[in-house]
Nanobody, 124 residues
Framework: QVQVVESGGGLVQAGGSRRLSCSVS????????RAWFRQAPGKERDFVAA????????TYANSVKGRFTVSRDTSKNTMYLQMNNLRPEDTAKYYC?????????????????WGRGTQVTVSS
């Protein structure tokens, strides 16, 4: 069984930075995609960024391009989300998702396994 665990959330001031981590354990696989989604209270879960594990190809939502960077450390089996120049509208619970043969990484139903999320709060 795959286990997905996010960490790194917290309170940060607007303009600040934060790095999230996503570790995955359980069934080993090499060809998969990992993604970050976020959900604010009362809103839908939105795509943030994704990375293809075998070659590091990344995709971003327009709202975070130029501010967020997704990366991976294959030796640690961990994905990261470096968030810079944070804004109050980035406040949300951030979720890590893992999927096989993901053709449209922006769609939440493309992913099979999810973590419980980590809260990021940006104060103005």
């Amino acid at each position: 069984q795959v286990q997905v665990v996010e960490s790194g959330g917290g309170l940060v001031q607007a303009g600040g930075s934060r790095r999230l981590s996503c570790s995955v354990s359980g069934r080993p696989f090499s060809l998969h995609t990992r993604a970050w989604f976020r959900q604010a209270p009362g809103k839908e879960r939105d795509f943030v960024a994704a990375i293809r594990w075998n070659d590091g190809t990344s995709t971003y939502a327009n709202s975070v391009k130029g501010r967020f960077t997704v990366s991976r450390d294959t030796s640690k089996n961990t994905m990261y989300l470096q968030m810079n120049n944070l804004r109050p509208e980035d406040t949300a619970k951030y979720y890590c998702a893992v999927g096989l043969e993901v053709r449209r990484p922006q769609l939440h139903y493309a992913y099979d396994d999810w973590g419980r999320g980590t809260q990021v709060t940006v104060s103005s």
